[in-house]
C-alpha cells in the first residue's frame, strides 16, 4: 500500500520557521508531480504549493507566496516545504499529495482532485 509520511510539524513562535518532509517509499511518485496543502479548522482543504516532477517548476497559493519555499530530492523520494516568516494564521494541519498521473509530471496541479494519494497530516501551529 502507498504511504505518504509527513515530518516536521510543531509549534513555533510567528516569525519563525520550520521544514516539512514527505517521504515515500514509492519511487513511481519520483516522476510525477507533488503537492502541498492544509487545512484550518473549521475550514476547507486549502492549496499551498506543488513542484513538478523534475523539480523544475513550482507554484504557490498567494497567501504563502514570497516565504514558503517546495523542493523535492527524487533520489530520497521526498519533498520538503520550508516555511519562513510564520504567521498564526498559517497554523493548521499540512498534508501532503502525490498523483501518479502523467499528464502532471511537467506541471504544478493545485486542485485537489488532481491528486491520488495523501499523507495523514502534520500539525503546524503558530503563536503569536
Known amino acids: 500500500q502507498v504511504q505518504l509520511v509527513e515530518s516536521g510539524g510543531g509549534l513555533v513562535q510567528a516569525g519563525g520557521s520550520l521544514r516539512l518532509s514527505c517521504a515515500t517509499s514509492e519511487r513511481t511518485f519520483s516522476s510525477y508531480a507533488r503537492g502541498w496543502f492544509r487545512q484550518a479548522p473549521g475550514k476547507e482543504r486549502e492549496f499551498v504549493a506543488s513542484i513538478s516532477g523534475t523539480g523544475g517548476s513550482t507554484f504557490y497559493g498567494d497567501s504563502v507566496k514570497g516565504r514558503f519555499t517546495i523542493s523535492r530530492d527524487n533520489a530520497a523520494n521526498t519533498v520538503y516545504l520550508q516555511m519562513n516568516s510564520l504567521k498564526p494564521a498559517d497554523t493548521a494541519v499540512y498534508y501532503c499529495?502525490?498523483?501518479?498521473?502523467?499528464?502532471?509530471?511537467?506541471?504544478?496541479?493545485?486542485?485537489?482532485?488532481?491528486?491520488?494519494?495523501w499523507g495523514q497530516g502534520t500539525q503546524v501551529t503558530v503563536s503569536s
Open positions: 499529495a502525490a498523483t501518479t498521473n502523467i499528464y502532471y509530471s511537467g506541471r504544478t496541479p493545485s486542485y485537489r482532485y488532481e491528486y491520488d494519494y
